[in-house]
């Protein structure tokens, strides 16, 4: 007999806090134009200089692993992205993303890779958010996550400068990403334009892929509406 099964006891379910559960069209990765239900988590322990999503710091409610699922349910999409903040802050998402694959989603993690990625399922297409040295957050990528990589495994480099961009092409080259696995440049919005980092990208002779954050230029304030 367990203690939850004990007379007196009941079990308590596990709870996730939530920032918010949306719709949309992924933007990022090489599953970018898929429609997508995000499940955004609260808390983050980076503050990266172009964060857009301070507001999922602190914001937030507390919901079943069976609450989450049930909402995910309710848009009828194949692809699910557990973003942030910082998912792998909370224990409880490694089995929520489990949960997800053994009911057929197509799941994927964004994470900075400042925590430790071991747990993560192996069916779910992890992306790592390499911190850039004008992020703010430089460093804080933990060097043991590449011990933990899946052929299918993505890294994504948020570039706001030249020194960036050296620094980005350097981590590649110095841990052999380029060639093993799929590398995403996105110029950081509103810091440098898409053209300077294709152009950086074509002089430099990278192998990496030029990403635009495509979920920026759909909802953007110039074409809402249209």
């Not at 006891?9 to 939530?18: A, F, L, N, Q, R």
């Not at 949960?99 to 900075?112: A, Y």
């Not at 993505?154 to 052999?176: L, T, Y």
Request: proline share 4%.
């Amino acid at each position: 007999m367990t203690l939850a099964e004990a007379p007196g006891k009941t079990s308590v379910e596990p709870m996730i806090k939530i920032n918010e559960i949306f719709h949309s069209i992924q933007g990022e990765t090489s599953y970018v134009g898929y429609p997508t239900v995000f499940v955004r988590t609260t808390a983050c322990n980076l503050r990266c200089t172009y964060c857009d999503t301070k507001y999922s710091y602190y914001d937030g409610e507390l919901l079943s692993q069976e609450d989450i699922i049930t909402k995910i349910q309710s848009f009828g999409a194949q692809y699910v992205c557990l973003t942030g903040g910082e998912p792998l802050l909370q224990k409880e998402i490694f089995p929520l993303m489990s949960q997800l694959c053994d009911l057929g989603f197509i799941v994927s993690l964004e994470t900075s890779g400042s925590k430790s990625i071991a747990p993560v399922d192996s069916r779910v297409k992890t992306i790592l958010d390499v911190k850039t040295p004008d992020s703010g957050a430089a460093d804080s990528f933990l060097l043991e996550n590449l011990q933990h990589l899946q052929k299918h495994t993505e890294f994504k480099f948020v570039i706001c400068s030249e020194k960036d961009f050296d620094w980005s092409e350097n981590f590649c080259r110095q841990h052999d990403l380029l060639k093993n696995f799929t590398v995403l440049y996105s110029p950081s919005y509103g810091q440098v334009s898409e053209r300077w980092l294709a152009e950086k990208i074509l002089k430099k002779n990278s192998t990496a892929r030029l990403q635009l954050q495509l979920h920026k230029y759909i909802w953007s304030p110039e074409t809402r509406g249209v």
